[in-house]
């Protein structure tokens, strides 16, 4: 519902006098607190226009917390700000909070939020490093990990990582369709949409979500779900992480876990472009069943490989393989053809979980792109990767304003990936640039938001298009102060 200030204030455990005197104080108020009984009423001074200043009492917030609170200088700060990717290593957030329970994530939001960038933490995997703010403060949800699979529900703790997801799923005989990367928190994938190796059979990760458990800005703890508030639960679906609150649990509906056969093409120097033209009429062709990613890695000449699964046996899996291999026009020098059963097929596609420096971005594909133009974009570019991973198939199926996820009628999306150090940053970041603009030229457009780029062009419409606009009345909506705030939120 939409709150005026007064009645955000309340909600956040502060009257709307008590945040004026507490904005005034020199050492900056302390932490809100909420009410442990009947609301004391509020004066009838008006609002202010903005949401208290000054800094949060640090100390105040500490002794609310089950978890910790670490600050510069403080033992265990230096290793608890660290990100995924190194390059964000010189970011120096103001404090780092380790979210043991709800509650505390709730009593962060009441004691920073309008004060400082808040920054909820799952994987740390954003490319733009927004889950590491300069100043701000990082609520690491790793603590909150729990994952219960009963029937055909899974109930996951927002900081699990998706290699502990795909264990208890495994266990349990059920399936999520998510993304490779073993250390991916399932909150940024699931909030971003959810691209993975079974999304043609069963959808994207958010498709699967049920219902969700949000900490708000104002401090309250909402249940997002068909029934209740359903326009963050449509929001929540694609609309990206960090845009409309904290999410502390996610619900599942899984899949009974299909055995799976998994598949890897290595194709000679020089077959680059005849693959790629091959495999994209051929991935818009084929049976759901069968997921295929083609991942172009750069140097002189290019190098093109072609890997995928498949719900079925090994016999129906080599007779799609075949006909790819035959439109291609390209023997492949490598082939690879193994039957797994769900987690087996989950760890085949496992990248690496240590810590990477890199620069990344992302264009989308919903007609068949310039292949020509396409490889020469990686032609010379060692260390950088265009991993292009098929779509359609149940991802097609539903309309592209049913859920936030825009990109419904994409062949592929294309992740641009390079390598990077901290001192090769800027050349990377240029180089991510012109293979961007490149893809553009080729016919690839859009965005994908998990793969969170600053310098994409018009970022908002390539990640949302139409439905950016409901995006930011949602953002409005749940968060009217934008407390919630960071460089590319949907309100920006």
């Given at each position: 519902?939409?709150?005026?200030?007064?009645?955000?204030?309340?909600?956040?455990?502060?009257?709307?006098?008590?945040?004026?005197?507490?904005?005034?104080?020199?050492?900056?108020?302390?932490?809100?607190v909420?009410?442990?009984?009947?609301?004391?009423?509020?004066?009838?001074?008006?609002?202010?226009?903005?949401?208290?200043?000054?800094p949060?009492?640090?100390?105040d917030?500490?002794?609310?917390?089950?978890?910790?609170?670490?600050?510069?200088?403080?033992?265990?700060?230096?290793?608890?700000?660290?990100?995924?990717?190194?390059?964000?290593?010189?970011?120096?957030?103001v404090?780092?909070?380790?979210?043991?329970?709800?509650?505390?994530?709730?009593?962060?939001?009441?004691?920073?939020?309008?004060?400082?960038?808040?920054?909820?933490?799952?994987?740390?995997?954003?490319?733009?490093?927004?889950?590491?703010?300069?100043?701000g403060?990082?609520?690491?949800?790793?603590?909150?990990n729990?994952?219960?699979?009963?029937?055909?529900?899974?109930?996951i703790?927002?900081?699990?990582?998706?290699?502990?997801v795909?264990?208890?799923?495994?266990?349990?005989?059920?399936?999520?369709?998510?993304?490779?990367?073993?250390?991916?928190?399932?909150?940024?994938?699931?909030?971003?949409?959810?691209i993975?190796?079974?999304?043609?059979?069963?959808?994207?990760?958010?498709?699967?979500?049920s219902?969700?458990?949000?900490?708000?800005?104002?401090?309250?703890?909402?249940?997002?779900?068909?029934?209740?508030?359903?326009?963050?639960?449509w929001?929540?679906?694609?609309?990206?992480?960090?845009?409309?609150?904290?999410?502390?649990?996610?619900?599942?509906?899984?899949?009974?876990?299909p055995?799976?056969?998994?598949?890897?093409?290595?194709?000679?120097?020089?077959?680059?472009?005849?693959?790629?033209?091959a495999?994209?009429?051929?991935?818009?062709?084929?049976p759901?069943?069968?997921?295929?990613?083609?991942?172009?890695?750069?140097?002189?000449?290019?190098?093109?490989?072609v890997?995928?699964?498949?719900?079925?046996?090994?016999?129906?899996?080599?007779?799609?393989?075949?006909?790819?291999i035959?439109?291609?026009?390209?023997?492949?020098?490598?082939?690879?053809v193994?039957?797994?059963?769900?987690?087996?097929?989950?760890?085949?596609?496992?990248?690496?979980?240590?810590?990477?420096?890199f620069v990344?971005?992302?264009?989308?594909?919903?007609?068949p792109?310039d292949?020509?133009?396409?490889?020469?974009?990686?032609?010379g570019?060692?260390?950088?990767?265009l991993?292009?991973?098929?779509?359609?198939?149940?991802?097609?199926?539903?309309?592209?304003?049913?859920?936030?996820?825009?990109?419904?009628?994409?062949?592929?999306?294309?992740?641009?990936?390079?390598e990077?150090?901290?001192?090769?940053?800027?050349?990377a970041?240029?180089?991510?640039?012109?293979?961007?603009?490149?893809?553009a030229?080729?016919?690839?457009?859009?965005?994908?938001?998990?793969?969170?780029?600053?310098?994409?062009?018009?970022?908002?419409?390539?990640?949302?298009?139409?439905?950016a606009?409901?995006?930011?009345?949602?953002?409005k909506?749940?968060?009217?102060?934008?407390?919630?705030?960071?460089?590319q939120?949907?309100?920006?």
């Open positions: 519902m939409d709150v005026d200030r007064r009645t955000f204030l309340r909600l956040a455990g502060v009257s709307a006098a008590g945040a004026v005197v507490a904005a005034c104080a020199p050492d900056g108020p302390s932490a809100p909420a009410s442990t009984g009947p609301t004391a009423p509020t004066l009838s001074a008006p609002p202010t226009s903005r949401l208290p200043t000054g949060p009492n640090w100390d917030l500490r002794g609310q917390l089950t978890g910790n609170l670490l600050r510069p200088g403080t033992d265990g700060y230096d290793i608890a700000k660290l990100a995924f990717n190194p390059l964000f290593d010189a970011n120096n957030p404090a780092v909070a380790t979210a043991a329970s709800v509650q505390d994530v709730q009593a962060c939001v009441r004691a920073a939020a309008g004060r400082v960038t808040l920054a909820a933490r799952s994987g740390g995997h954003s490319y733009a490093g927004y889950s590491v703010p300069q100043g403060l990082v609520i690491d949800l790793a603590a909150l729990k994952i219960e699979v009963e029937g055909g529900k899974a109930v703790g927002a900081g699990a990582k998706l290699k502990d795909y264990a208890a799923l495994g266990r349990a005989g059920r399936a999520l369709p998510a993304g490779s990367c073993p250390t991916v928190g399932i909150a940024g994938l699931t909030l971003g949409g959810g993975g190796v079974l999304a043609r059979n069963y959808g994207l990760t958010c498709d699967h979500l219902s969700a458990k949000v900490v708000t800005a104002d401090g309250r703890l909402l249940t997002a779900s068909a029934d209740s508030e359903p326009d963050l639960y929001a929540l679906r694609g609309g990206g992480g960090g845009n409309f609150g904290i999410v502390t649990e996610f619900t599942f509906d899984t899949d009974p876990a055995d799976l056969t998994v598949f890897t093409l290595r194709f000679p120097a020089g077959a680059a472009a005849g693959v790629l033209t495999w994209q009429q051929w991935i818009a062709a084929m759901r069943e069968l997921w295929a990613n083609l991942v172009l890695s750069g140097g002189s000449p290019v190098q093109c490989r890997s995928g699964c498949y719900v079925g046996g090994t016999a129906g899996l080599n007779t799609l393989l075949n006909n790819l035959t439109n291609s026009g390209a023997r492949p020098s490598q082939r690879t193994r039957s797994l059963d769900f987690l087996g097929a989950m760890k085949f596609f496992e990248g690496g979980s240590d810590r990477q420096g990344g971005s992302s264009r989308i594909i919903t007609t792109v292949a020509e133009k396409v490889v020469a974009l990686a032609d570019r060692t260390g950088t990767d991993l292009i991973d098929g779509l359609g198939g149940k991802v097609g199926e539903l309309a592209k304003d049913a859920t936030a996820f825009w990109h419904r009628d994409a062949l592929a999306s294309v992740q641009v990936y390079t990077a150090t901290a001192k090769d940053r800027d050349k970041a240029q180089s991510v640039a012109d293979v961007v603009a490149g893809l030229a080729a016919g690839a457009g859009g965005g994908y938001v998990n793969y969170i780029d600053p310098a994409l062009p018009d970022w908002k419409t390539a990640y949302y298009g139409d439905n606009k409901r995006l930011q009345d949602v953002a909506k749940y968060d009217p102060f934008n407390v919630f705030r960071f460089g939120g949907v309100v920006s």
